[in-house]
């Protein structure tokens, strides 16, 4: 069982693509134990929700009542993520940590702007 302490870059950005390191000669990927630690570290402090790409994400438990899955909260992704497509770099904001509104929110954008339909699924 991971320690309480169990620190992880992925633990403060909700973004398991930072666990993986590449260099010009091999990619390396995080062991299935690192993985485990850096999700029940994330459960633990009520951030059940991990991006693992641009288009999925993993979500412990995604019964849990939260504090964040209310009103305010879906407003401030739907200004962050729907409504200001500046770049990230161009921010004078943190990002956002990874949330099902986010992702919403980047489906929509994606819909409106290519006219296509898009589909969330949920397993």
Do not use: W
């Not at 666990?19 to 690192?34: C, I, M, Q, R």
């Not at 992702?103 to 949920?122: D, H, K, N, P, T």
């Amino acid at each position: 069982m991971a320690s309480s302490s169990f620190s992880s870059p992925a633990l403060g950005s909700g973004d398991l693509t930072v666990l993986v390191t590449s260099s010009a000669t091999a990619t390396v990927h995080p062991s299935d134990e690192t993985i485990l630690q850096s999700l029940q570290a994330s459960f633990r402090v009520d951030r059940p929700y991990f991006r693992i790409n641009t288009s999925n994400l993993v979500v412990v438990n995604p019964f849990k009542s939260l504090a964040n899955t209310n009103d305010n909260s879906a407003k401030e992704y739907e200004e962050r993520c729907y409504k200001d497509t500046s770049p990230p770099s161009t921010s004078s904001q943190p990002p956002l940590p990874p949330h099902p509104y986010e992702l919403a929110a980047r489906v929509y954008l994606l819909m409106r702007r290519r006219g296509e339909s898009q589909a969330i699924v949920f397993r």
